[in-house]
């Protein structure tokens, strides 16, 4: 089985890049952040950036930085698909934890400039989301505070995703025929 890890900082085009191989590959899908999102749910918190960053937190804290990917990978290894994608690497130990546990796993790195990452996360205005400038800069300082910069690095591909939709899945065409998926 195939398995491609995204990293990237919220808005970067994600989901929509998965959305794009969903309708290509037959597939498993797993968005690390539904994990966080259950958890939060468990603790009777509302859903919303705040909680769901403290509850990201939390796990962190409790459990290592890479609790998240922890909680990931038996819904991993019961999948029988050719290919799965997880959703919302956040960090180097998440990485880590990956590669020591999973064959053949593709990191892909998604990047979008900063500008157009906050008016995609205010168009899409998912409950999670942030609601303004100040939301995005703190959500983003979390975000690099997990350590997603340098877990970024470690990405085996870069996808540059400042255009269209239709760019983006040029670009995750080139991918797959790269790695044979």
């Keep these: 089985m195939k398995i491609i890890a995204i990293i990237g900082m919220p808005g970067s085009g994600k989901d929509v890049a998965v959305q794009l191989l969903k309708k290509e590959l037959d597939l498993d899908y797993i968005r690390m952040g539904d994990v966080v999102i259950e ?14 960053g403290q509850v990201a937190n939390s796990l962190r804290e409790e459990h290592g930085m890479n609790a998240i990917a922890k909680l990931c990978i038996d819904k991993i290894r019961k999948s029988q698909q050719k290919c799965v994608i997880i959703n919302g690497v956040r960090g180097i130990e998440e ?6 546990h999973l064959k053949d796993l593709i990191i892909v790195g998604i990047h979008s400039a900063p500008r157009i ?40 591909e870069i996808i540059c995703n ?12 080139v991918l797959l025929r790269k790695y044979n998926i």
């Excluded at 990485?95 to 020591?100: C, D, E, L, M, V």
Aim: glycine letters at 4%; a neutral charge.
């Design 39 to 52: 958890e939060t749910k468990k603790r009777n918190l509302n859903i919303s950036d705040e909680n769901v």
């Design 95 to 100: 990485i880590k934890y990956f590669r020591t």
């Design 117 to 156: 990452r906050f008016e995609r996360l205010v168009k899409r205005n998912r409950e999670d989301d942030i609601k303004n400038e100040d939301e995005f800069n703190k959500r983003d300082e979390r975000e690099l505070k997990w350590g997603i910069a340098d877990a970024f690095i470690l990405a085996d």
């Design 162 to 173: 400042q255009g269209t939709i239709n760019e983006l899945k040029g670009q995750l065409t």
